[in-house]
């Protein structure tokens, strides 16, 4: 049975005198289309979080629920917004890096320490810690996850309204077998990210 | 984004739902031009409302119904103005609401709409 996520992480950078702990995580890296998105959160010492454990593992409504509560009582919020283009131009990687650097450099002030999902940020002036699995294990890794699905998900429900065609609506840029038929019927749109092979397939007929 | 935006951005939505739920009908949000945003514009029975929508995570401060300084309420105007002329709507009535929003989360937070909060400054008030 897997634990909640706790702040057994963030209580050994605190005390080890790190004073600003931001949690970093991203969403949509997997889908083929629309942007990744990336936020970095600094929780209080002392906060109760009601319901709050990896973004997969919660409804639509739980997250929301989840989210409305880190609105009020997070420290700070950094969010960082990369487009298909981007992640065209670079790598799904790299984009998500800079994602995540662009979310970590929205904190005033900056944070000292970093706890990331696996990942490290060359080019950021903090202690970083890459903590596998940390989205279910780590309190401020879970809270940055569940904000950056919660924000990709409105910007995909704002793609809805410019491309209808797609359903992005319900599997917000995934690759369902409903979008993979939309796909191949009315050919990629400019959210797409052309360098996945099933757009690039899409792309060519 | 900081979380001023994200706040920001997340007050829209609640405003923009508020709105509807009293028979306004959003036309735009983030108008934006070289002079800067609207947050939203509405229908409201013919009536062309330009909307300012300020938010506050929680009671500190004194409310955000101070926020709407005079040099925010010219440009809000100024901004009106280039909308109706863009749009083609000159002669249309237009009014100017303030949406105030205390608190973040959904559950908790209060809501109030100010319709008419403040006029035009009477030299921009003809386009």
């Known amino acids: ?205 | 984004m900081s979380i001023r935006a994200v706040i920001g951005s997340e007050g829209e939505r609640a405003a923009a739902e508020f709105l509807e739920a009293r028979g306004y009908r959003i036309l735009e949000r983030n108008y934006r031009t070289r002079l800067g945003e609207i947050d939203l514009v509405a229908d409201e029975g013919g009536t062309l409302v330009f909307v300012e929508v300020k938010v506050r995570r929680n009671d500190r401060f004194g409310g955000p119904a101070a926020a709407i300084t005079s040099a925010k309420q010219a440009r809000i105007a100024r901004l009106a103005q280039q909308y109706v002329v863009s749009r083609r709507l000159g002669g249309r009535p237009c009014r100017f609401d303030v949406v105030l929003i205390w608190g973040a989360d959904p559950r908790t937070r209060r809501i109030e709409l100010l319709p008419g909060a403040f006029d035009a400054p009477a030299n921009r008030s003809t386009a």
């Open chain 1, 1 to 205: 049975m897997p634990r909640d996520p706790d702040d057994a992480f963030e209580c050994e950078a605190w005390t080890r005198g790190f004073r600003r702990v931001a949690g970093v995580d991203e969403a949509g890296r997997g889908p083929l289309a629309g942007p990744v998105v990336a936020a970095a959160v600094v929780l209080p010492r002392r906060c109760r979080l009601d319901g709050l454990r990896d973004s997969k593992l919660l409804s639509e409504r739980q997250r929301e629920h989840v989210y409305a509560q880190l609105l009020t009582v997070a420290v700070d919020i950094g969010v960082g917004v990369v487009d298909a283009g981007v992640i065209d131009a670079l790598n799904i990687l790299e984009a998500t890096r800079l994602a995540m650097a662009q979310a970590v450099r929205h904190l005033t002030p900056c944070p000292d320490y970093l706890l990331l999902d696996a990942v490290v940020l060359p080019g950021i002036a903090a202690e970083q810690r890459a903590v596998i699995k940390g989205d279910r294990l780590c309190r401020s890794i879970a809270a940055a996850s569940i904000v950056a699905k919660v924000l990709r998900d409105r910007l995909m429900s704002r793609a809805h309204v410019r491309y209808p065609q797609y359903g992005f609506l319900a599997h917000k840029g995934y690759g369902t077998a409903e979008h993979l038929r939309q796909l191949q019927r009315y050919g990629p749109c400019d959210l797409h990210r052309r360098s996945f092979a099933p757009v690039r397939e899409a792309a060519v007929r």
